[in-house]
Nanobody, 117 residues
Framework: QVQLVESGGGLVQAGGSLRLSCATS????????TGWFRQAPGKEREFVAA????????YYADSVKGRFTISGDFAKNTVFLLMNSLRPEDTAVYYC??????????WGQGTQVTVSS
C-alpha cells in the first residue's frame, strides 16, 4: 500500500521555524514531483512547494519564496519542508503530495501548523 505520512507540525510563534517531514513507502517515485500543499479552514487547498524526485528541480509558491526550503533524503524516501520566518497566515493543515505527468497522485493525511501572532 502506498503511504505518505507527514510529521513535524505544531504550534509556533510568529517568526519561528518548523520542519515538516513526509515519509513515503509502498512504491518508488522516480518519475514524480513530491511536495506540499496547505489548506486553511474555509479556504481552498493551495500549492506550497515541490521537488522532483532526486532533487533536480524545486518549485515554490510566491507566498513562501525566501522563507521555506524544500529538500529530500531520497535514499530514505523522505521529503522535507523547512519553514522559517513563519507568519500567522501560514496557519493551515499541510499535506504531502506526490504527482507524475499523467496526474497520478498520492496524498498524505495532513499535519497541522499553527502560527500565533
Amino acid at each position: 500500500q502506498v503511504q505518505l505520512v507527514e510529521s513535524g507540525g505544531g504550534l509556533v510563534q510568529a517568526g519561528g521555524s518548523l520542519r515538516l517531514s513526509c515519509a513515503t513507502s509502498g512504491r518508488t517515485f522516480n518519475s514524480y514531483n513530491t511536495g506540499w500543499f496547505r489548506q486553511a479552514p474555509g479556504k481552498e487547498r493551495e500549492f506550497v512547494a515541490a521537488i522532483s524526485w532526486g532533487g533536480g528541480s524545486t518549485y515554490y509558491a510566491d507566498s513562501v519564496k525566501g522563507r521555506f526550503t524544500i529538500s529530500g533524503d531520497f535514499a530514505k524516501n523522505t521529503v522535507f519542508l523547512l519553514m522559517n520566518s513563519l507568519r500567522p497566515e501560514d496557519t493551515a493543515v499541510y499535506y504531502c503530495n506526490a504527482r507524475n505527468a499523467r496526474n497520478n497522485a498520492y496524498w498524505g493525511q495532513g499535519t497541522q501548523v499553527t502560527v500565533s501572532s
